[in-house]
């Protein structure tokens, strides 16, 4: 079999144009094309229709809106050709950088890490990698897990434009999502005053959700949001104070969540999301105090052997959920009211932006 052309040319968001041209002394009946995103573990298939033949010209549309990948990672594909007598040959395989085309993106690298910014920036785009760098490092050393591989970010010049990358069904107000299957970031920065802070927070708490994946990856389950969420937030390089406020009055009113209700989201309403973000960093402040970092070491290891949610407590903490529900709540009742300021509902807004992007994600893919 020989093939003369294997093109693939991306018109973001709307389609892939891939082009095959091939000859061979068997008719061809029948062609596969095979793509998988890097790093990710899922192969596509599509099987466009041709008329049978020793010469194969074809130029096939695959609609992305439908079959939705998003920017900033790499494809790799290639052909399969099927015979009449069922052997198949397979064309060389190629790979495609599937970026937004409706902009000019500038590429920095430090060590592992790429950013990729649609703002020409020098000071932006160092800024961004000192961040992740930072955040990636100190993570890493206190809890003793490590990121694999190239970590990816993709910075669009505000949240509008990121948003247009996105999935029609998107949410308004997302700003920032992590997708750690391909150890991607995707932020929307306006660039200017007020810059670095957005920087610091949206990225330090986003590439620490790809950490933690990485340091529980495993078949079977993800850890529960309250532990993926507590720490990420936890940790950010921006402190958010509102996540106090929310607290407190969950506190004094009695209407903090469990941990079962936080294991697997925060919904969307704007009031619940926010508190779960505050309850679920005030967990991780606990079990840090009563079983300091190796006790989250221990924790994030089990979690990796794809157990449950009681079985990694009681393997690493000797604990349960309720059990561990309780003693947070006991402990959280024994501190001094803060008295903070409830925030306004434009910044509860704000504070769901990272989380509406994971939500988001989640349920593109599932």
């Known amino acids: 079999m020989h093939v003369a052309d294997l093109g693939a040319a991306v018109t973001f968001p709307d389609r892939i144009v891939f082009t095959l041209e091939a000859e ?81 993106w500038t590429q920095r690298t430090r060590g592992s890490i790429e950013v990729y910014s649609a ?113 990420a937030t936890l940790y950010q390089a921006v402190e958010d104070p509102r996540l106090d406020a929310a607290l407190e009055r969950a506190r004094g009113e009695g209407t903090l969540p469990s941990l079962r209700a936080l294991s697997s989201g925060f919904g969307t309403d704007p009031e619940r999301a926010l508190l779960g973000y505050a309850a679920s960093r005030s967990v991780v402040q606990f079990i840090l105090l009563t079983y300091g970092e190796d006790g989250v070491q221990r924790l994030l290891a089990t979690y990796r052997e794809g157990m449950t949610d009681d079985e990694a407590l009681s393997r690493s903490l000797g604990t349960t959920v309720d059990e561990l529900d309780r003693a947070w709540k006991q402990w959280l009742s024994d501190q001094p009211a803060t008295h903070a300021r409830p925030p306004s509902a434009g910044v509860v807004l704000l504070a769901l932006t990272e989380l509406i992007g994971i939500l988001a994600f989640a349920m593109w893919y599932r």
Request: charged letters at 25%; proline letters at 9%; a negative charge.
């Open 24 to 104: 061979s002394t068997a008719p061809i009946v029948r062609v596969e094309l095979r793509y998988r995103p890097v790093p990710g573990r899922i192969t596509f298939v599509a099987r466009p229709s041709i008329v049978p033949g020793t010469h194969l010209a074809l130029r096939y549309e695959r609609d992305m809106r439908v079959n939705y990948l998003p920017p900033g990672i790499d494809i790799v594909y290639r052909w399969r050709l099927f015979f009449a007598d069922g052997s198949w040959s397979e064309s060389p395989e190629r790979t495609l950088a599937y970026f937004d085309d409706r902009y000019r």
């Open 119 to 231: 703002v020409d920036d020098s000071r932006f785009i160092e800024a961004a990698l000192t961040v992740t760098d930072e955040a990636v490092t100190t993570f890493s050393e206190r809890f003793a897990v490590s990121l694999e591989g190239p970590l990816r970010i993709l910075l669009y010049p505000s949240p509008e434009a990121l948003r247009s990358a996105l999935p029609a069904h998107s949410e308004e107000w997302i700003g920032g999502i992590a997708i750690p299957e391909y150890r991607l970031v995707l932020a929307g920065i306006v660039p200017g005053p007020g810059a670095q802070q957005e920087l610091a927070r949206i990225l330090s708490h986003e590439v620490l959700h790809l950490v933690i994946a990485q340091a529980t990856d495993n078949p079977f389950r993800a850890p529960p949001t309250w532990l993926d969420e507590g720490l």
